[in-house]
């Protein structure tokens, strides 16, 4: 541990009673269980506290990662020189009552999105059903627009708050830049960070929306690689094409390099069959972004986010 970090965590705790910690094991927080030691890990208390770290980070010229349920992520194995910023304790849901028919809930960022789904189910809150199965959390949900079917965030947020520049400002959804697994939150605002969302949704029956739940996760567990762990699809499906379909056209389903093996269930999945390295990963993926732009012309962009990985897109 350099003196640079041992002096941004005595700043950081003379100014919060939050934990702050040094060398944590990035595997242990995301869901492809990869990825080397961040050199500094803090979980704000509250949006203030959130501000607070951020600013210091910034005038100490310290790089910020930002995460949530760290299941989109893949992490270098040689860590992270910077700050990780866990948003886990921004965690409280509140009934905002209703608005022309429509019911309206206020989730923190932290907030993982399938304890959203299942308290809006048991307040007769209709919407969020089709993404039950999507681990991660409210925010991280934001940034990626997250979705499945034809549903996705983008048709349920009414209003984003987050900080950017040391201010808090709420802007609506039309003006978050979302689409196809995207958001402003991506670019340009990359450096924001999501304090909680607005959604509104439609009245429900408890007991119906409860049973659409159960067949979503019922659904995704037929379709989904299961036993290892993974980061969800790698690829963003291509205009009018699948990135799975091609990628088993390509030959690649059941190929690996070390531990990193692409799924036989599904192609656009990348599993840690065991013992994955993110240089496992990465190389399986320069190699299919070969293989398919060789053989069909397309190139696969990355729907997963890296940290540290160099020269993946
Ligand atoms: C088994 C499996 C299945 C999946 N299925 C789907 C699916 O059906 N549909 C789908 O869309 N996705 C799916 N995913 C991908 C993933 O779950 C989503 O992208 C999810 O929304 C990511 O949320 P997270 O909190 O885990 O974000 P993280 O992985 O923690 O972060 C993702 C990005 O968002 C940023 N971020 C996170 N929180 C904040 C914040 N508060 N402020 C600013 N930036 C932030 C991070 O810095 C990072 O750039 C799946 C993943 C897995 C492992």
Known sequence: MTGQWSQLA?????????????DVPMWRHVTFRIGGPAALFAEP????????ILRLAQERKVSVYLLGGGSNLLVADHGLRGLVLHTGRLSSVTRLGDDRGR??????SGVPLASLIKRCAAWGMSGLQMLAGIPGTVGGAVVMNAG??????????TEVTFCADGSIRTIPAEECGFDYR??????????AVILGAKLALQPGQPEGLRREIGERLRWRRRRQPSGYPSAGSVFRNPEGDSAGSLIDRAGWKG???????????????IVNAGGATADDVATLIRRIQ????????VRLELELKTWGVPELR
């Open 10 to 22: 005595a700043e950081i705790r003379k100014m919060t009673s939050d934990p702050v910690r040094f």
């Open 182 to 191: 995207t958001s402003v939150f991506q670019e340009p605002f990359g450096d």
């Open 148 to 157: 499945a079917g034809d549903r996705c965030m983008a048709d349920l947020v």
């Open 45 to 52: 208390a509250d949006r203030e506290d959130l501000r607070g």
């Open 255 to 269: 190929r690996r390099v070390g531990g990193a093996l692409v799924a036989p269930a599904h192609a656009n999945f």
């Open 103 to 108: 019911k309206l809930v206020a989730a923190e």
């Open 290 to 297: 070969n293989s398919v732009r060789e053989e069909f012309g």
